[in-house]
């Protein structure tokens, strides 16, 4: 048992190193070996946050009878607005693409020296009405666009608008008319005409002025005869308000809706001018400032059956800006996400919302391509526009074949294919055919972000060279290499934002290659890390050929439930502040030091007992009794009693992905909590962890006995 926290610090640490380093050593996998992947659908009737564990920003979702339809931001990532499907909310399937290939001219397709980094398609509004969807995106530069389908599968048809409308929503209202709002601040408001390609002249509005609390990324509904705007705002730290109005032209008054939760995640690397560099200015993690990781702009949906949910992104760190889910409140005419009793703050685990229907446990993607298929999986993208005669899966069966076009370094080559890196850890390993590549082609697998890298094969004459290129410390790395086939491996830790790169000669022993990545968050490309398949001629020339084969992802997190929640088993609580070990202690729970006769044998064991849903019941192995929470879980509101109380008796499972867990009491919706280094009786009125995990609500647990 650990009982000291600067040593279950280092032991998390060396065991992360030693992963990773593991990571390097194993062997080569399949495909099919490699397929789990993030899944948010825990199979016992909960879900864990993030929805997806990797980019999905600016969600927007609509319910249409009985199926719930997403879509978010695509930036320049080509096909871009996927359209998502579900009938639970939870588990997700992509119907289509609206958008195949953005094309407005060079800068779309990495010509001419231009890029749309970090622009494109942006912050789309999704509507349906009278048997059509529509989808409502600006594009930088081209102005807001309409795209419109009567299937969600396609095709869809691409209108322009005739304004730009910066984070727009729509709303079609029951009266006939059709109502855009928009803006950063102020709020501005208009009906549109019939054909919806532009305002009707003389209906604009400022329907909220600059300093009222309200920010962007509006999300526009009208329920039970009122208008309500769900927005966001950045400053100091992220969070979200709703605006409310009798009229859609207001006066609206504001409240806050969701602020202050971050699941346990403080900020990482960001990086602070993507001008100058690389070198880039980088700011270092600063611990347990959250800045604008908190839940942020999104909205809410009614289910059939009645719930309310909201969803929201989080700007979770190099990982990108992940999609949320969380159970809404009502409370004096005002939606809030958050449980009773703990409003605002959304849990990171709980119970899956009631649709009716209960899918099955699946992911979104597969993300493992052994390229055999007549087309690309749809989870991948081209980084811009891609010249289509220079790539091919028909040329070479079970490959993808990348024909070089010339460009001066990896962040200009065309024709290359991305596809999200995954949290809270991943790698990604391909096998590089690098006989096709003629004289100044360099091919391999990169980690697309600003500043990238990326580890390759470069031919020089007659000559083939293992290179590795980290851009913000500017090192390159060179090996020789007396083989035309290589494996080449990039792994991800989104809890530390570093990753590695490595390569193998036979697919089994893998070598590091270079240092260190450092992966910050950043607003360039707008995105998160992205796995990247490339291959580009330095010498500007079309060059060669690189043909790529079993392209493996790999997740050793790859579910909210990190471990099975242990049904019937003995277990102690430690806490992450300062190793206390919870005991039973004259009736009620309380924290005290390992050296404390209290903390060996019996009085530390709490037996496990699965209530369904996620939900525990914890049994004191000393006496027989059930930890109970009493009124409002304040201090010696936590007792144990001769026999269980219903809710007051139960606990949300909330496993925090770091080996450590959060207990939220079903009396409170708040977390049970250990002052640190108090010594105090336990509380259970906790609104959420710190990103230090330090506050003491967070707790290791060990499984003692049967």
Not at 20 to 27: D, E, T
Not at 32 to 57: I, R
Not at 297 to 308: P, R
Not at 569 to 592: E, H, M, Q, Y
């Amino acid at each position: 048992m650990i009982r000291n926290t600067f040593f279950a610090g280092i032991v998390l640490m060396v065991f992360f190193m030693g992963f990773s380093s593991g990571l390097y050593a194993q062997k080569n996998k399949s495909a099919q070996q490699q397929s789990a992947t993030w899944v948010s659908d825990n199979g016992n009737g909960t879900f864990t946050n993030p929805l997806f564990y990797d980019e999905f920003s600016d969600p927007d979702l609509i319910r249409v009878g009985d199926d719930y339809y997403l879509t978010g931001t695509t930036m320049h990532a080509m096909p871009g607005l996927p359209v998502l499907h579900s009938k639970d909310l939870v588990n997700w399937e992509l119907m289509s693409y609206a958008v195949d290939r953005l094309d407005f001219g060079p800068r779309f397709r990495l010509q001419d020296g231009k890029d749309i980094y970090g622009q494109g398609i942006w912050a789309p509004s999704f509507r349906y009405h009278n048997g059509t969807f529509y989808i409502f995106t600006n594009v930088n530069g081209e102005g807001t666009q309409l795209y419109t389908a009567t299937d969600p599968k396609g095709p869809w048809k691409h209108t322009k608008m005739k304004k730009s409308f910066h984070d727009l929503s729509v709303l079609f209202d029951d009266d006939g008319k059709v109502y855009v709002v928009w803006g950063y601040e102020d709020l501005h408001l208009a009906e549109l005409n019939e054909d919806l390609t532009d305002m009707v002249e003389g209906t604009e509005k400022i329907i909220v002025e600059k300093g009222s609390g309200a920010g962007e990324g509006c999300h526009f509904y009208k329920i039970d005869g009122k208008y309500y705007i769900t927005n966001t705002n950045y400053d100091p730290v992220c969070y979200q308000v709703c605006l409310r109005a009798d009229k859609p032209t207001g006066p609206y008054e504001i409240n806050v809706m969701s602020a202050e939760e971050s699941l346990g995640i403080g900020t990482g690397w960001r990086l602070k001018d993507t001008r100058n560099g690389p070198p880039y200015n980088m700011d270092a993690p600063q611990e347990n400032y959250v800045g604008c990781i908190p839940m942020h702009q999104g909205g809410i949906v009614q289910t059939q059956t009645g719930e309310w949910w909201g969803w929201s992104m989080m700007d979770y760190n190099s990982v990108g800006r992940v999609t949320c889910l969380s159970p809404v409140t009502w409370k004096d005419g005002w939606p809030y996400f958050g449980l009773e009793g703990n409003l605002t703050r959304s849990p990171r685990t709980w119970i899956k919302p009631n649709t009716g229907f209960s899918s099955q446990p699946k992911a979104t993607f597969e993300r493992s391509d052994d390229f055999s298929g007549r087309e690309l999986k749809p989870v991948w993208q081209w980084n811009h526009v891609p010249e289509e005669s220079k790539w091919s899966l028909k040329e070479r069966k079970g490959y993808l074949r990348l024909k070089s076009l010339p460009a001066k370094d990896f962040w200009s080559a065309r024709n290359t294919l991305t596809q999200r890196a995954m949290g809270p850890e991943s790698s990604a390993t391909v096998e590089l055919d690098a006989k096709g590549l003629k004289d100044g082609d360099v091919a391999g697998l990169a980690l697309l972000n600003l500043p990238y890298a990326w580890t390759g094969v470069k031919k020089e004459g007659k000559t083939l060279e293992l290179r590795h290129f980290d851009q913000q410390t500017g090192n390159l790395v060179k090996e020789d290499i007396n083989t035309t086939k290589v494996w080449l491996r990039a792994y991800c830790n989104f809890d530390t934002d570093k990753g590695r790169f490595s390569y193998s000669t036979d697919g089994t022993d893998f070598k590091p290659i270079g240092d260190t990545i450092i992966m910050p968050y950043q607003l360039r490309t707008f995105q998160g890390i992205r796995y990247a398949l490339f291959n580009f001629n330095e010498e500007g020339s079309e060059g060669g050929r690189a043909d790529f084969n079993s392209f493996v992802m790999d997740e050793p997190r790859a579910k909210g439930l990190t471990r099975p929640i242990p049904d019937g088993k003995l277990i102690t609580l430690t806490s992450l502040a300062d190793s206390t070990i919870l005991v039973n202690w004259k009736g009620f729970v309380r924290p005290v030091p390992v050296n404390s006769p209290f903390a060996e044998g019996a009085a530390s064991h709490f037996r496990i007992l699965d209530r369904g849903n996620g939900r525990v019941a914890l049994q004191s192995a000393a006496d027989g009794g059930f930890v109970v929470v009493k009124a409002n879980g304040n201090m010696a509101g936590v007792r144990i009693e001769e026999e269980e109380r219903g809710e007051a008796s139960l606990f949300q499972w909330q496993d925090m992905l770091k080996n450590d867990l959060m207990l939220m009491s079903l009396e409170t919706h708040k977390y049970l909590f250990a002052d640190p280094n108090q010594r105090s009786l336990t509380s259970a009125d906790s609104p959420g962890t710190t990103p230090d995990r330090r506050d003491g609500s967070c707790f290791a647990w060990e499984t003692v006995g049967e």
